[in-house]
């Protein structure tokens, strides 16, 4: 192990040991730095280094390793660490045969034999360069190989490197080493910046990739690409992002891990929309960190009060972090290891970043974002990030640090300026895995919160502001008379349907009385007739009596 966390992961454990290593670099690229940070880490697990420097004085080493927080007064106390001064006096004159013997004899006897854990050869080429020829340098390098070879020590060689020289014992010091790592400091937009690749790593599986480094007072601190990335939790989970009309925009809120770009002109209330979505987050009893580039994190906290968002509360409580970073002068990868640092120590669930546009559209500073985004990843934190639009673009909607092809969500707020009024407008531009809405809606502030209304459309043109609320009011008016006139009809058809069914009763009762008078004369009809048929009867049965007795009667003698 280096002691160099991010280069530990990105070669899967560190530095081979008992094996060479070489690190190369251009001046003031780190070589130095990293040789003593490993030999630190090496002492720190209980072994002991000798640390041979062909370049500067005893002195000024011991001073490099009391320069960072790696508690080598201790070491040195306890002679832990022994340096050689491998320099060469001014005032010596080369005559003769030459070779490292000698130097390797005294590196041999720095501690007892099989003592010595980790041996630091820096600046070995200011040495080997004093050799006649390329074939004395080369015996010599082999003469240290076959040194190294009958220890148990790891060892680490520090060299210039020189991209336009082939053949020399450069190439024969990066043959010999099991391990290459090439360190390199380039300058970009006036500021310096550094990083490192492992160029050559014998039987291990490493990450390839050129990844910034930082200095700090720890010593070199990476953004590790790891040799075998994590995959990223996946999750269908929803989460609020504080303002409940734009949740049922998004189909109810962003997947929680996911990215959300707010892109905007200055006073579209990105900002406040970001402060939203830590309420929430707190609110849920989740811990949120938020970065400030622009702002002091008192003047966001007083600002979220005037539309009713709670941010000191949730200050207070320990949930929710907010760490300004106002007129910083630094470089990309110094933002990005900064937000790294502060994720890592308040270990949130959740990160606002306003605004992201602070880093721009360099290949350097499109990486730092990038790196950024694939830790909260790696670590399932739900991310919300600010960005101005490049005015370059004009109505383009293309976020500054080119970042919107990395975000899930993509939020849009812009103004919309009709009749002498400025109003807010926000739309939902991309939602991956969401059917998002495709609607523009208006972007209230009011010391009640935040609120997005529907926009009007009419004609082909979105009414905003007065317009809009001339457009309800007219709605308004247009649906009372239309429920007057609905009500209206109701009570002249509710009136008709009652005169009908008077109508109604009046003529069932009329009918009903026909039907009673009918009912009577057919029954007096039927009497009538029956009175008819009997008397027809009677007088049928009296003709008959009649005849009878009007017949001669026989004679009674005959």
Known sequence: MTGISGFDRMSGGGLPLARISAVIGGAGAGKTVFAMQSMISVVNAGGNGVFVSFEQSPHSIREGFMAFDWNAEDLFGSDRICILDGRMRSDVAISGGFDIAGLLASVGGAFPPGQASCIVFDGIDALLSLLESTALQ??????????????????????????????????????????????????????????????????????QSRVPFLMTQKGIEIAAIEAEPKQPPITSERLSVGIARLDEMLAGGVYRGSSTL?????????????????????????????????????????????????????????????????????????????????????????????????????????????????????EGITVVMTSLLDRLNGENESSRSNVSTLCDNWIHLS???????????????????????????????????????????????????????????????????????????????????????????????????????????????RDVSHAEEERRDMMSRRRSSRSTLSAPQPDGDA
């Open 262 to 378: 707010l892109s905007g002109s200055p006073g579209t209330a990105k900002t406040t929309l970001g402060a939203s979505f830590l309420e929430a987050c707190c609110n849920r009893e989740e811990r949120a960190l938020a970065i400030f580039f622009d702002e002091n994190p008192g003047e966001i906290v007083r600002n979220a009060a005037s539309v009713r968002i709670d941010l000191e509360r949730h200050v207070g409580s320990g949930l929710l972090r907010l760490h300004g970073m106002v007129d910083r002068s630094a470089g990309p990868d110094e933002f990005a290891h900064e937000i790294a640092e502060q994720v890592r120590d308040h270990h949130p669930r959740h990160l606002l970043i306003d605004p992201i546009s602070i880093f721009t559209s360099s290949q350097s500073a499109q990486n730092a974002v990038r790196r950024l985004l694939q830790l909260c990843k790696r």
């Open 138 to 207: 080369r015996t010599e390098l082999l003469r240290m190989q076959e040194y190294v070879e009958q220890l148990s020590s790891t060892v680490i060689l520090t060299l210039k490197s020189y991209p336009n020289v082939t053949g020399g014992f450069e190439e024969v010091a990066l043959y010999m080493s099991d391990c290459v790592v090439e360190l390199e400091r380039n300058t970009e937009d006036g500021l310096a910046n550094r990083s490192l690749r492992i160029q050559k790593y014998r039987s291990s599986a490493h990450a």
């Open 415 to 525: 103004y919309l300026v009709q009749s002498g009024e400025r109003n807010r407008s926000l739309t939902v531009v991309k939602s991956r895995g969401t059917p998002h809405s495709n609607q523009v809606g208006e972007l209230l502030l009011s010391n009640e919160g935040i609120t997005i209304a529907d926009a009007f459309t009419e004609d082909g043109a979105v009414l905003m502001g007065s317009l809009r609320w001339q457009k309800e009011r007219a709605n308004e008016q247009d649906l009372r008379k239309a429920e007057l006139e609905a009500d209206r009809v109701e009570r002249g058809t509710i009136r008709d349907i009652e005169e009908l069914e008077r109508r109604q009763l009046a003529l069932e009762t009329e009918l009903k009385e026909k039907r009673e008078d009918l009912h009577r004369l057919q029954r007096q009809a």
